[in-house]
């Protein structure tokens, strides 16, 4: 078995960290507004769906980004 150590100085540490956390918090803000999309929404519970499903409803599932999003993006 092998082990492996990454040393790093506490300041070094604590210096990375400050620069790191308002990247983080914008992060994380962009991921709760795409997830609050109601677009979005409707996309999981598209996806969350079987074939049989999807069928039913004349989809097919590499359509679905396009059937979702036709309306507002060229795709």
Known sequence: MA???HF????TYGVLNLLAKPFTA???GLI???EANSRS???N?????SDAELTKRG???DQLV???FSDSYYL
């Open 8 to 11: 790093t100085t506490p300041a």
């Open 32 to 34: 709760a507004i795409a």
């Open 66 to 68: 396009h059937h979702v």
């Open 41 to 43: 929404q409707t996309l």
């Open 26 to 28: 914008l992060g994380k």
């Open 45 to 49: 519970s598209l996806m969350a769906m």
């Open 59 to 61: 989809l097919k599932r």
């Open 3 to 5: 082990h492996t150590a």
